[in-house]
């Protein structure tokens, strides 16, 4: 190497070691220009509230600022701490503030119109929040110090309650910003939005309803929203209570999951049931405590001729029933004083669960009509069309009847009991013999054994009485038989036993007169076989 050659490289160094040397000195002073920036804007404020930030971080403040966010929230940044402190007078101030850099300068004044105001500045990269002398109240500066701090103790202990709460609790500004949450709605955020181990929860937190409403005035506004989570897609539903508190809003959710699942259960326990009884003929309708009609089937529509537009309104148990009525669906009252009275009387049965009538239509049907109570002080009401068991029914009677004015014109005093013992039937020759013309007292608690002392006591002593007993009481097969009996009088009673399907038991009695013979026991039996075959 040459002596240029070393010249030129001794040349280099000192040029590289000048230039280092140049930037460090114009860092340092800019690094001391900075400091002293901020401590002369601290300086010069230093009996007012200033606050010096670099970005979210407090850079410094001044004493009477630092008393301000002592209590301040430990989960917010310090930006946000003090967000949070000046919200309740100057509502909008984040978003008065996002802009603060292209501006340089701003000053704000409160939402309510008081006195003092904010001022905030951008210094070299510095932001500098004050808040002018009128800001605080005389009160404010003159609260000693026992008084302080016993309000102080309250906001931990209010705060500790929130924290503590189970149900959630979170406030909003005016833009909708959650601007303080208790652990619980953070938990909720947090199995929506899920953070890793190492990251800090973002501040402000998501707003976990974003269809919530907005309460007017100090009514109290509650919905039920819910939540879903996106990653499995299960949802979360919540009975929020909103209030309106100043410029903003609090709110309150209560978990709602099982109140909803209960409300889907009982759907599809409804929904069941109407398709259960949509099988059924017999007409139903069910109302609610205020007598709203909430279920019916489709047999009610048939049974009524009520349209289903009418019912699918949720009529009246009145409205109803004068439907009813117009269509001649009820019984024909003599008066509309009378109906009325009848209609108090069906609901009130109904609740009590004794309603049970026939209802006889002009239309020659005929509906049974069952009311039910039902819990929370819902009744139910059953129709069901028994024309046909009606009509049965009085057939069955007319040929009972029938059966009876025959048997009523025969001489011979008859009577027929059942395998137990119960007198069934007897005409009138029987009622005439026995109890005197017209004495008869129907068949009510007739059995063998009274039917036999009532014999006795109008005959002499005889084994006829036992034998007839005997023949009633028996099972299996019996061949007829024929006895004699005679009357207190004298006269001279013929008996004769004949059994019947089912175990029943006819028994005769002809009483023989003075001058006419009575036909022989054998040509009883002749006579009877012969007839049989």
């Known amino acids: 190497m040459d002596i240029?050659?070393?010249?030129?490289?001794?040349?280099?160094?000192?040029?590289?070691?000048?230039?280092?040397?140049?930037?460090?000195?114009?860092?340092?002073?800019?690094?001391?220009?900075?400091?002293?920036?901020?401590?002369?804007?601290?300086?010069e404020a230093e009996s007012t509230v200033v606050f010096l930030f670099d970005d979210d971080t407090l850079v410094d403040a001044t004493p009477e600022a630092r008393k301000l966010l002592r209590r301040r929230d430990s989960r917010l940044s310090d930006w946000d701490a003090l967000i949070a402190l000046l919200r309740p007078r100057f509502p909008h101030i984040r978003t008065q503030l996002s802009d603060l850099a292209e501006k340089g300068k701003d000053k704000v004044a409160p939402a309510d119109n008081g006195a003092g105001y904010l001022e905030a500045e951008l210094w070299e990269g510095l932001a500098r929040i004050t808040l002018s002398e009128g800001f605080m109240t005389d009160a404010d500066k003159t609260v000693d110090p026992v008084t302080l701090e016993a309000i102080e103790d309250e906001l931990d202990n209010l705060r500790g309650l929130g924290e503590a709460a189970p149900q959630l609790i979170w406030k909003q500004d005016a833009d909708g910003v959650v601007t303080w949450a208790n652990r619980a709605y953070l938990d909720v955020i947090e199995t929506i939005e899920p953070t890793l181990e190492e990251e800090t929860p973002p501040w402000p937190p998501a707003s976990l309803f974003h269809d919530i409403g907005h309460p007017q005035g100090d009514?109290?506004?509650?919905?039920r929203l819910s939540v879903k989570?996106?990653?499995?897609?299960?949802?979360?539903?919540?009975?929020?209570?909103?209030?309106?508190?100043?410029h903003g809003s609090i709110h309150?959710?209560?978990?709602?999951?099982?109140?909803?699942k209960a409300e889907v259960a009982q759907k599809n326990f409804v929904q069941t049931l109407a398709k259960t009884f949509a099988q059924l003929s017999i007409?139903?309708?069910?109302?609610?405590?205020?007598?709203?009609?909430?279920?019916?089937?489709?047999?009610?529509?048939?049974l009524t001729q009520l349209p289903v537009e009418f019912l699918s309104s949720r009529p009246s148990l009145g409205a109803m029933l004068d439907r009813m009525r117009e269509n001649q669906r009820l019984p024909e009252p003599r008066n509309y004083a009378t109906w009325r009275e009848q209609i108090s009387a069906f609901e009130s049965q109904a609740a009590s669960g004794t309603y049970c009538e026939s209802w006889s239509?002009?239309?020659?049907?005929?509906?049974?009509?069952?009311?039910?109570?039902?819990?929370?002080?819902?009744?139910?009401?059953?129709?069901?069309?028994?024309?046909?068991?009606?009509?049965?029914?009085?057939?069955?009677?007319?040929?009972?009847?029938?059966?009876?004015?025959?048997?009523?014109?025969?001489?011979?005093?008859?009577?027929?009991?059942?395998?137990?013992?119960?007198?069934t039937l007897s005409n009138r020759a029987y009622d005439?013999?026995?109890?005197?013309?017209?004495?008869?007292?129907?068949?009510?608690?007739k059995r063998i054994a009274h039917e036999v002392a009532v014999w006795q006591d109008q005959c002499a002593p005889t084994s006829t009485w036992m034998r007839i007993s005997d023949f009633v009481s028996a099972?299996?097969?019996?061949?007829?038989?024929?006895a004699h009996a005679q009357l207190q009088d004298g006269r001279t009673l013929h008996c004769r036993m004949t059994p019947l399907p089912g175990g029943s038991a006819l028994i005769g009695f002809t009483v023989a007169s003075a001058q006419g013979a009575v036909e022989t026991d054998a040509q009883y039996s002749d006579r009877f076989i012969a007839a049989r075959s």
């Open 361 to 423: 239509l002009l239309g020659g049907e005929t509906l049974r009509v069952t009311g039910r109570p039902h819990p929370d002080g819902a009744i139910a009401f059953l129709f069901e069309d028994i024309s046909a068991e009606v009509s049965l029914t009085r057939r069955f009677r007319s040929q009972v009847e029938l059966g009876q004015h025959a048997l009523d014109t025969i001489d011979e005093a008859v009577a027929v009991f059942a395998p137990s013992g119960q007198l």
């Open 229 to 246: 989570r996106p990653y499995d897609g299960t949802v979360s539903w919540f009975d929020v209570t909103s209030l309106r508190r100043g």
């Open 432 to 445: 005439d013999l026995w109890y005197g013309a017209g004495g008869g007292t129907g068949l009510a608690d």
């Open 252 to 260: 309150f959710g209560v978990d709602a999951n099982a109140a909803v």
């Open 283 to 302: 007409g139903l309708a069910v109302f609610d405590r205020s007598r709203r009609l909430v279920m019916f089937n489709p047999s009610l529509l048939d």
């Open 475 to 482: 099972y299996g097969e019996r061949a007829p038989a024929r």
């Open 4 to 43: 240029s050659e070393s010249i030129q490289i001794l040349i280099a160094v000192i040029v590289g070691v000048s230039a280092a040397a140049l930037i460090f000195g114009v860092w340092a002073y800019v690094n001391r220009r900075d400091r002293k920036t901020a401590r002369t804007l601290l300086r």
């Open 219 to 223: 009514a109290p506004l509650v919905e």
